[in-house]
């Protein structure tokens, strides 16, 4: 599993974000405190509070041209 911080800061860029992870067989999960949920849900990603930075676990080994796809996502650590 891969994980990273991101930020969805506009609904443009969930839009965007979630677009990409349908593309993608292998699943994605954005956590945070509370929550577990589906990445490739448009209603679940909106659901979090996404005022903060949250968590996205990648289930997958092969994630190098995921990670270049939503590298304008991730929050600076």
């Not at 911080?5 to 969930?14: D, G, Y």
């Not at 945070?32 to 990648?58: N, R």
């Amino acid at each position: 599993m891969h994980t990273a911080t991101i930020m969805l800061s506009s609904i443009e860029a969930v839009k965007k974000f979630v677009n990409i992870t349908n593309r993608y067989d292998f699943p994605i999960n954005l956590t945070t405190d509370k929550y577990k949920i589906d990445a490739k849900s448009i209603m679940g990603v909106f659901s979090l509070d996404l005022s903060k930075p949250v968590t996205i676990q990648i289930e997958s080994d092969d994630v190098g041209k995921f990670m270049e796809e939503i590298k304008e996502f991730q929050a600076e650590e």
